[in-house]
């Protein structure tokens, strides 16, 4: 009898082995090529959206990104290092829906068609609910929420004509658990993943893909360029120290692996980390137990109201003295790289 029982285990282990391989290699024939395919990137001048631009490129995509700041656009198209044959920039204000019609326009003038659309832009303010101001929520899901949108709804005709297309929307942990001091920013994030999730249900019949994407903390230079309220300096420390620490974040050029590859794969979701996905796992279990976790850190740790009230400044006019520091090395040097530091 253990004999019997050692020939079917090794069975069901060698039948399990052969059906993950010959699933993999189904994805690897079905994985969807970049390569002269128009890519277009919202808030793609600095951070992450930058990153992701670089590595289309490296896998043969023409790349339009576009972004508010003109500025930033001209630095981000001089690191990307290309010409108009390859890299498009457009300025656009996402949240302004004449103004993403008039940017998909010219990108499908200048490279034809979009092909993979990634919904990056994003805003990040930081602060205590009671310094919250509706215009600060409006503001979030303007960026997050009706901005993909209108980008999604801009690039749906030319996609369902040719029946094929890839969208992606960079959406966060925070669109999944919603973390103290960042309400404007959790409310739209999750707004994004639930419209995100319904797209995907919705145009798989048109072979038009859709990836939600929930990141984690990832070391993109950024914090310097979100807003903070009430006690700034106290807030932005918190902020920018635990989005550098190497075990609680990733780097950005990982997290744009992952991202790409997922966009390739056609993936409903990924989410991006081992402490995001454990907290998504732990907030599923148990979503009670999470926000009571989260009170006590807020109680404990986060800083209160005063300071500057609900004014708000961004992180590169409240440094400390522990921001920068060696605690945010790897942040700062990402800024460096990722057209943040300005």
Same mark, same amino acid.
């Given at each position: 009898?253990?004999?019997?029982?050692r020939?079917?285990?090794?069975?069901?282990?060698?039948?399990?082995s052969?059906? %993950?391989?010959?699933?993999?290699?189904?994805?690897k024939?079905?994985e969807?090529?970049?390569?002269?395919?128009?890519?277009?990137?919202?808030?793609?001048?600095?951070?992450?959206?930058?990153? $992701?631009?670089?590595?289309?490129?490296?896998?043969?995509?023409?790349?339009?990104i576009?972004?508010r700041d003109?500025a930033?656009?001209?630095?981000? /198209?001089?690191?990307?290092?290309?010409?108009?044959?390859?890299?498009l920039?457009?300025?656009?204000?996402v949240?302004?829906?004449?103004?993403?019609?008039?940017?998909?326009?010219?990108?499908?003038?200048?490279?034809?068609a979009?092909?993979?659309?990634?919904?990056?832009?994003?805003?990040?303010q930081?602060?205590?609910?009671?310094?919250?101001?509706?215009?600060?929520?409006e503001?979030?899901?303007?960026?997050? /929420?009706?901005?993909?949108?209108?980008?999604?709804?801009?690039?749906?005709?030319?996609?369902?004509?040719?029946g094929?297309?890839?969208?992606?929307?960079?959406?966060?942990?925070?669109?999944?658990?919603?973390?103290p001091?960042?309400l404007?920013?959790n409310?739209?994030?999750f707004a994004?993943?639930?419209?995100?999730?319904?797209?995907?249900?919705?145009?798989a019949?048109?072979? $038009?893909?859709?990836t939600?994407?929930?990141p984690?903390?990832?070391?993109?230079?950024?914090?310097?360029?979100?807003?903070?309220?009430?006690q700034?300096?106290?807030?932005y420390?918190? /902020?920018?120290v635990?989005?550098?620490?190497p075990l609680?974040s990733?780097?950005?050029?990982?997290?744009?692996?992952?991202?790409?590859?997922?966009?390739?794969?056609?993936?409903?979701?990924?989410? %991006?980390?081992?402490?995001a996905?454990?907290?998504?796992?732990?907030?599923?279990?148990s979503?009670?137990?999470?926000?009571?976790?989260?009170?006590?850190?807020?109680?404990?740790?986060?800083?209160?109201?005063?300071?500057?009230?609900?004014?708000? %400044?961004?992180?590169?006019?409240?440094?400390?003295? /522990?921001v920068?520091?060696?605690l945010?090395?790897?942040?700062?040097?990402?800024?460096?790289?990722?057209?943040?530091?300005?």
């Amino acid at each position: 009898m253990p004999t019997r029982n050692r020939q079917i285990a090794l069975l069901t282990v060698g039948g399990l082995s052969l059906l %993950l391989a010959a699933r993999a290699a189904v994805s690897k024939w079905r994985e969807y090529s970049l390569r002269d395919r128009v890519v277009l990137i919202t808030g793609g001048s600095r951070g992450l959206g930058l990153v $992701i631009a670089r590595q289309m490129l490296r896998q043969g995509a023409k790349v339009a990104i576009c972004a508010r700041d003109g500025a930033e656009l001209e630095r981000a /198209f001089d690191d990307l290092g290309q010409d108009h044959r390859h890299v498009l920039t457009v300025p656009c204000d996402v949240t302004d829906r004449e103004q993403v019609h008039a940017m998909v326009g010219s990108v499908q003038q200048h490279f034809g068609a979009v092909d993979v659309l990634v919904n990056n832009a994003g805003i990040i303010q930081v602060g205590p609910v009671e310094l919250m101001t509706r215009d600060d929520y409006e503001q979030a899901m303007n960026v997050h /929420f009706w901005g993909p949108l209108y980008a999604v709804l801009a690039v749906l005709p030319s996609m369902r004509r040719r029946g094929e297309g890839r969208i992606v929307n960079i959406a966060s942990i925070g669109g999944k658990v919603s973390m103290p001091h960042l309400l404007p920013y959790n409310a739209s994030k999750f707004a994004l993943v639930g419209v995100s999730e319904g797209l995907r249900a919705e145009l798989a019949k048109e072979r $038009i893909t859709v990836t939600t994407v929930c990141p984690g903390l990832m070391r993109t230079g950024s914090p310097r360029n979100a807003f903070f309220k009430g006690q700034h300096r106290d807030e932005y420390t918190w /902020f920018s120290v635990t989005d550098a620490l190497p075990l609680i974040s990733q780097s950005v050029e990982r997290a744009a692996r992952q991202i790409i590859a997922a966009c390739k794969r056609g993936d409903a979701e990924v989410v %991006l980390s081992l402490p995001a996905k454990l907290a998504t796992i732990v907030h599923g279990l148990s979503p009670g137990w999470t926000a009571d976790l989260l009170g006590l850190a807020n109680t404990l740790l986060l800083p209160g109201r005063g300071g500057i009230g609900s004014a708000q %400044l961004p992180g590169k006019d409240s440094s400390s003295p /522990f921001v920068p520091s060696w605690l945010t090395r790897l942040s700062d040097r990402a800024a460096e790289r990722n057209n943040e530091d300005l």
